[in-house]
């Protein structure tokens, strides 16, 4: 089969992997509340969940890219962004979470920036770089939609925008992940 062959066919298969993942974090809510789960049951549920996502993100070979920065200032940056917008953010109702939730959240921080910062965004910089940063950060913040509401959506989008410039500029996924999990870390301890 000749390469341009291929290539439609790996680029419709990514695309639907993409989308299926995607839809499947956005309808954790859904599928949460429409059954009578035990705790313990949602705890595995969603583990083997974010599982999934991840290792089927982490499965296809994505070429990295050139660092602009260090990785470590760009960590730095996107987790001091994150403190000062905890910081500075009104009051939340409480969270009742315990280890398990604390671990759940840093799994779906983990598996999510894999999906839409190695996944996502290595199928979309084809199109260019704002594209890749774009278009990963718009699916991100829509994803989180059923979750936390329409009104949650600027914020994530945010969210997505400024890990998907890490992402660029680190060269590397891995540093919007651990400002993604110091995000989720500090939204269940508040």
């Known amino acids: 089969m000749s390469r341009t062959r291929e290539t439609p066919v790996r680029t419709t298969a990514t695309a639907a992997l993409i989308l299926v993942a995607a839809a499947t974090l956005a309808l954790r809510p859904a599928v949460l509340a429409g059954h009578p789960l035990s705790p313990s049951d949602r705890t595995w549920l ?19 890219d ?3 920065f260090s990785p470590a200032a760009v960590g730095a940056i996107g ?18 979470i315990g280890p ?14 894999a999906l839409f910062r190695r996944f996502a ?17 718009l699916l991100f913040a829509l994803v989180h939609i059923p979750s936390y509401g329409l009104a949650a959506f600027p914020v994530d989008l945010g969210a997505g925008l400024l890990f998907g410039w890490q992402r660029w500029a680190a060269g590397t996924w891995t540093v919007p992940a651990a400002t993604h999990a110091a995000a989720n870390l500090l939204a269940v301890i508040r």
Not at 79 to 96: E, N
Not at 100 to 113: C, D, N, T, Y
């Open 46 to 64: 969603l583990a083997v969940l974010y599982l999934a996502i991840g290792v089927a993100s982490l499965l296809p070979p994505m070429s990295r």
């Open 100 to 113: 398990a939730g604390v671990l759940l959240s840093l799994g779906a921080a983990v598996a999510e920036e």
């Open 66 to 68: 050139h660092a602009s």
């Open 121 to 137: 965004y290595g199928h979309l910089r084809r199109f260019g770089v704002p594209a890749a940063i774009g278009g990963s950060a």
């Open 79 to 96: 987790i001091g962004a994150i403190g000062i917008a905890w910081w500075t953010a009104g009051p939340t109702a409480p969270l009742l």
